[in-house]
């Protein structure tokens, strides 16, 4: 059903707690960490994690289930919060019976709505038989007080890219088209394709990604350089596993890709721009030999790449979306991940981050 909460609340509720760092970080990994707070711990797994900020506000989506997968009992809370992340409250819990909804990602439409985009898994079993993405738009009412989150339904792809197994991770908007790659896991490896919207709802091919099927490219987060190139971070699961990073200009069907020297899983890209050019922040997991943790790297068009921070993380990690923001006391970066270091069941934190620092860590 849909679900209506005000823009202006009175009982937000307070972080959680506040989390300690760990005892690998440097004195220099230390500087740039403002703090890491739980911001949500309510439920036997929570994860997947996107951020937004809307309407002078922030939105934290992610999935709450009964563990990582598989499952048919995912379903995807919205939390709404004050601009600094200091407090928040349940704006919404979607779901679609018989499909487990995962991986929330949520963006503003040129109509103003708030979009959270999910893929729906169902299972016969333990066995995944079929994957179609959904989407709900939240909607201000008419008094401009209010949100209203319409239920989550299945959206439109072409019928040259529809398969039945498909998994549309993430659109990004610039102007008044949205982008984003829908991926399909095969038995002969994944297919990539890059898809175009006006709506979020209706889709039109763009191109097939031309990686390596083999590679079994996943998750892919694109973002726009300021001169209009699009860049596409990729997740990939077959080969050497390392994370590609690709660059095209319009209309973005001729691909170059570089291969990182890392994995990444659940990755994120930032664009910050500089007086010396734009800096290139991804996010995701690492995969170190103690363990899997959250981590931001500096990453460059030819495949450089420089580790810059491990945040407090452990175990089942990872998914972290990262939002610049200005304060008195200078330039910010939100970054909301999940993580199951804190005692076996997983936590959705909040890092505060201080840019300057962050960039000059390594």
Not at 188 to 201: I, P, S, W
Request: hydrophobic fraction near 40%; aromatic fraction near 6%; charge should be neutral.
């Amino acid at each position: 059903m849909a679900t209506r909460i005000p823009f202006r609340t009175r009982a937000l509720l307070a972080v959680t707690a506040t989390i300690a760092p760990l005892a690998s970080q440097t004195d220099a990994e230390r500087r740039a960490v403002v703090a890491v707070d739980e911001i949500w711990a309510r439920a036997p797994h929570a994860a997947f994690v996107d951020l937004e900020r809307h309407r002078g506000a922030l939105w934290c989506a992610f999935r709450e289930g009964s563990g990582h997968v598989p499952g048919t009992n995912g379903v995807i809370r919205v939390l709404h919060g004050t601009p600094d992340g200091q407090r928040w409250e349940s704006a919404a819990l979607l779901d679609v019976a018989g499909l487990d909804l995962r991986d929330p990602k949520l963006s503003v439409t040129p109509r103003g709505e708030l979009m959270v985009l999910m893929g729906g898994s169902e299972y016969r079993g333990r066995e995944r038989v079929a994957m179609q993405p959904h989407a709900a738009f939240g909607r201000p009412d008419d008094a401009g007080e209010g949100i209203t989150f319409a239920p989550p339904a299945p959206i439109a792809l072409p019928t040259e890219v529809a398969s039945g197994q498909d998994w549309l991770w993430r659109v990004t908007w610039r102007g008044d088209v949205g982008y984003g790659v829908v991926y399909q896991p095969g038995a002969g490896g994944n297919r990539l394709h890059l898809v175009a919207t006006t709506d979020g709802r209706s889709y039109r091919s763009v191109t097939e990604l031309d990686l390596d099927p083999a590679s079994r490219g996943g998750e892919t987060t694109l973002r726009f350089l300021p001169d209009g190139r699009m860049l596409a971070l990729v997740r990939t699961e077959g080969g050497d596993r390392n994370a590609r990073l690709g660059c095209a200009t319009s209309p973005f069907t001729a691909w170059t890709w570089v291969t990182l020297p890392h994995r990444i899983g659940g990755p994120d890209l930032l664009v910050l721009p500089g007086p010396t050019g734009p800096t290139l922040l991804a996010a995701g997991r690492a995969y170190d030999p103690d363990g899997s943790h959250t981590a931001l790297w500096r990453v460059t068009l030819d495949g450089g790449s420089d580790r810059l921070l491990t945040l407090p993380s452990g175990g089942d990690t990872s998914y972290p979306r990262l939002v610049p923001c200005e304060t008195d006391d200078g330039p910010r970066l939100l970054c909301a991940y999940y993580s199951s270091h804190l005692g076996g069941r997983t936590s959705i934190l909040l890092a505060t981050l201080r840019t300057a620092e962050l960039l000059g860590a390594r």
